[in-house]
C-alpha cells in the first residue's frame, strides 16, 4: 500500500500545501479528494513559559462528494494503530506528518457532500507507554544518541531518508568552552543510562519511560523539542 488520499489547499498568504493520507510508504498516487480545513495545533509538556517539549497534532477536514470517495475513508476507522499517516507537504517538502488518531476520525450523517475529519498525532505522546531500554548500546552515548534513540519509538523517520530530521539548539555551554560552529554540544556531552534508572530499598530497578528520559535531557541540555514545520 501506498498514498490512498491526497489533496491540496492554499492558506491565507496564497501558499499552496499537499495533504496525503499514507498507508505504507508515500508515492506519487492516491485519490483526489477536495479539502475543506486544516490545522495543527501545539501543547507543551507543562504551563511553564519554558516547556522543553512541544507535542503537536493536526486535523484535516475532506468534503465527501460520494460513496467511492467515503469507501476510502472506511479502511481507517477500522485500521491498526500506527497504520496510517497524515502527511502535509509544503513546497514540495514535509511540512509536517503523524499517525492518523483512530478516535479521531469524525464524519457527519446526511446526503452527499458530507465532511470528514480526520485527526493525528506526532507520535511524541505515545512515548508515555515505552520504557526507556539501553539495550546494545554502551553504557554512556553522546546526548544527540540519546535523543535519536528515543526517536527510534516514534516509526516516522523513513519519511526524512533524503531531508534533514533533526535540528540541535542548545542553551548549555560547558564551562571553559567557547560556542563555536566546531563544537556541537549533543555529540560531545555523553550521559549515562544509569542515569535514567532508579533503584529502591529491594534493589528493584525501575526504568523510566521514553518520554520522562526525554524531557529528563531537554531540561539538563537547556533545550526545547517541537516539530518544527518542516
Not at 88 to 102: E, Q, R, S
Not at 150 to 177: A, C, D, K, M, Q
Request: charged share 25%.
Amino acid at each position: 500500500m501506498s498514498t490512498v488520499i491526497k489533496s491540496s489547499l492554499v492558506d491565507r498568504n496564497n501558499v499552496e500545501y499537499t495533504v496525503c493520507i499514507d498507508n505504507g510508504d508515500p508515492s506519487s498516487g492516491g485519490t483526489t479528494i477536495r479539502t475543506q480545513s486544516a490545522k495543527v495545533d501545539y501543547k507543551p509538556n507543562s504551563q511553564d513559559v519554558d516547556a522543553c517539549l512541544l507535542t503537536s497534532k493536526a486535523s484535516v477536514t475532506f468534503i465527501v462528494q460520494n460513496q467511492a470517495e467515503r469507501d476510502l475513508f472506511q479502511p481507517l476507522i477500522e485500521a491498526q494503530e500506527l497504520q496510517y499517516r497524515l502527511r502535509i507537504n509544503k513546497d514540495g517538502n514535509i511540512w509536517w506528518v503523524g499517525f492518523v488518531l483512530l478516535n479521531f476520525v469524525e464524519q457527519d450523517f446526511g446526503s452527499y457532500p458530507y465532511s470528514m475529519t480526520i485527526g493525528a498525532t506526532d507520535g511524541l505522546a505515545r512515548l508515555k507507554e515505552i520504557d526507556y531500554e539501553q539495550g546494545d548500546s554502551p553504557d554512556f552515548i553522546s546526548a544527540k544518541d540519546h535523543i535519536l534513540k528515543i526517536l527510534e519509538n516514534v516509526p516516522l523517520s523513513g519519511y526524512y531518508t533524503s531531508e534533514e530530521y533533526i535540528r540541535f539548539h542548545s542553551t548549555l555551554v560547558p564551562e571553559g568552552v567557547t560556542p563555536s560552529a566546531s563544537f556541537e554540544v549533543y555529540d560531545n556531552i555523553r550521559l549515562g543510562f544509569k542515569a535514567l534508572r532508579t533503584v529502591d530499598e529491594q534493589g528493584r530497578v525501575k526504568t523510566r519511560t521514553c518520554y520522562q528520559a526525554l524531557v529528563s535531557q531537554l531540561e539538563l541540555m537547556g533545550a526545547r523539542l517541537m516539530y518544527s514545520q518542516g
